[in-house]
């Protein structure tokens, strides 16, 4: 259960840190954002299917690979006639290839808009095929993990995550091959009560309760004086006067109507 109040930011600069027996924590948090609640659409590929071209699909045509036979009977119930490839683990899904193009996605491996802006259960979805391709679990603390050396896929993963509620951030580092510097790559972890895969063997690893409560409110850590200049500020209109703001989307106001 979450308490909390109000405070001013001249408030929060001067309690920022707060003293507990000999030592001192930081005091001030706000939950995290639960997510977007927008309306169902009409999507050209289901949204797992999707999710799976973009962790373990060639980037020139419509085949996958998988050595998941609950990956393929995820294939086999989409609208796509699946054919196995001589070469093992690969799977070709007949009629992807034009639905790709269509996209914009051949070639070009990113997340479009309208998956972002999509209802819940297609985002849902469209992360549950990323993760169970491209995804992990730690066997140690059930953080799920996904990886991308993609830049555009990384920034539309963090815009996904985050639109479902889930707090996480990129972790950059260098991409190897056999030993050899490839490029930059980024990684995400994160904990989340959401069912964030599909395939078996890896749900059963993921933590989904008895958390510690930190994975969803964001610590305010510091500030910074900028000094004093006019601005103009907004107030939105709704009965808490909240918004979103940052690529974060965290929950802030700025108006004195909601002190009130």
Request: hydrophobic share 35%; charged share 25%.
């Amino acid at each position: 259960r979450m308490f909390g109040s109000v405070k001013t930011t001249q408030e929060i600069c001067e309690t920022i840190l707060e003293k507990f027996s000999s030592r001192k924590q930081l005091n001030h948090s706000i939950p995290v954002f639960s997510g977007f609640n927008l309306p169902v659409r009409e999507l050209p590929i289901d949204p797992y299917i999707l999710g799976m071209w973009l962790g373990d699909g060639s980037s020139n045509s419509g085949q996958i690979t998988t050595a998941d036979q609950e990956v393929v009977e995820q294939l086999k119930n989409s609208k796509y006639e699946v054919v196995k490839n001589k070469s093992l683990y690969l799977w070709n899904c007949l009629g992807l290839l034009t639905d790709l193009k269509k996209l914009g996605v051949l070639k070009n491996k990113h997340i479009p808009m309208e998956y972002l802006r999509s209802d819940a259960d297609s985002r849902l979805a469209l992360l549950q095929g990323l993760l169970d391709s491209d995804g992990t679990v730690s066997k140690k603390s059930g953080a799920v993990s996904f990886t991308t050396t993609k830049e555009r896929l990384r920034d539309g993963f963090y815009e996904l995550a985050t639109s479902l509620g889930i707090k996480t951030r990129a972790v950059s580092k260098l991409a190897k091959l056999n030993g050899r510097i490839i490029g930059p790559c980024w990684k995400f972890q994160f904990l989340s009560e959401m069912q964030c895969f599909r395939l078996t063997r890896k749900l059963q690893l993921q933590k989904r309760n008895n958390f510690r409560g930190i994975h969803n409110i964001r610590y305010i850590t510091g500030f910074e004086q900028l000094g004093k200049q006019l601005v103009k500020c907004i107030e939105v209109d709704s009965p808490d006067h909240l918004y979103l703001a940052g690529k974060a989307m965290i929950k802030t106001h700025n108006s004195l109507l909601s002190a009130h």
